[in-house]
């Protein structure tokens, strides 16, 4: 006998289970990831710890290297989303600032979220890793929003003219990733006093520099003649 289509209420508490269920999947990778490494990390433990069967993390995901391409997708679509959404429409340095909190803010918010991302695209470049790393994909699109804000920045006429964008985006995106990595390897590490830094480096860097001191002074009246002879 032919099965009645599902209703769409159906479809949708269906839907709902399979995100909630993709959601538990993921965090338990993240735990296991920072708790446990690579190694410790099976899809037998990811789906025993999230609370499901042995098998659902397999037929979701098919292997580690599909679960921690999910994984790598879920942080990294995260943390750019943040950042998208602190910047709106700022450009030039204050854009580049508001981007540096949103990254701190989710450092603060997501330690155990950043440091599996980390350990997966450090690892990633390793060719026997057997998964791929999207952390090419990231700073791709890390540098181009940045170029993107300096040009603006530049049109706006808040970025000097002589800044070269595409430099400042990769200057940008190695600084960012060093400082992470750095905390990451030392946790007592001043990480707001290093993004405080970069901020200010930024601004000296790539603001349109301010008319020297007294430069624009208006030259002084000349003298009256006097119409007496």
């Not at 950042?83 to 997501?110: M, N, S």
């Not at 804000?149 to 706006?156: H, K």
């Not at 430099?167 to 750095?182: L, N, T």
Request: glycine share 8%; hydrophobic share 40%; charged share 25%.
């Amino acid at each position: 006998m032919t099965q009645p289509p599902a209703s769409p209420l159906r479809k949708g508490k269906r839907a709902e289970r399979a995100a909630l269920s993709d959601r538990r999947l993921t965090e338990a990778a993240i735990e296991l990831l920072v708790k446990r490494g690579i190694q410790g990390t099976t899809l037998q433990a990811v789906g025993h710890l999230a609370g499901y069967s042995r098998g659902l993390a397999t037929h979701r995901f098919g292997s580690k290297a599909g679960l921690f391409g999910n994984l790598l997708k879920v942080a990294s679509t995260d943390w750019l989303e943040r950042v998208q959404e602190a910047v709106g429409a700022k450009v030039g340095a204050e854009a580049l600032c508001a981007a540096t909190d949103a990254a701190e803010q989710f450092i603060k918010d997501r330690p155990d979220e950043v440091r599996a991302m980390y350990i997966l695209w450090f690892l990633g470049i390793d060719p026997s890793a057997g998964y791929h790393s999207n952390i090419g994909n990231v700073h791709r699109a890390q540098r181009r929003d940045v170029a993107e804000w300096i040009r603006a920045g530049q049109r706006a006429g808040r970025v000097d003219t002589a800044v070269d964008p595409i430099r400042v985006a990769e200057q940008y995106a190695a600084s960012m990733a060093g400082i992470v990595y750095q905390w990451l390897a030392n946790p007592q590490m001043p990480l707001h006093a290093m993004f405080t830094q970069l901020k200010a480096d930024l601004r000296a860097r790539i603001e349109h520099p301010e008319p020297a001191q007294g430069a624009q002074r208006a030259r002084p009246a000349p003298k009256a003649v006097s119409s007496r002879r």
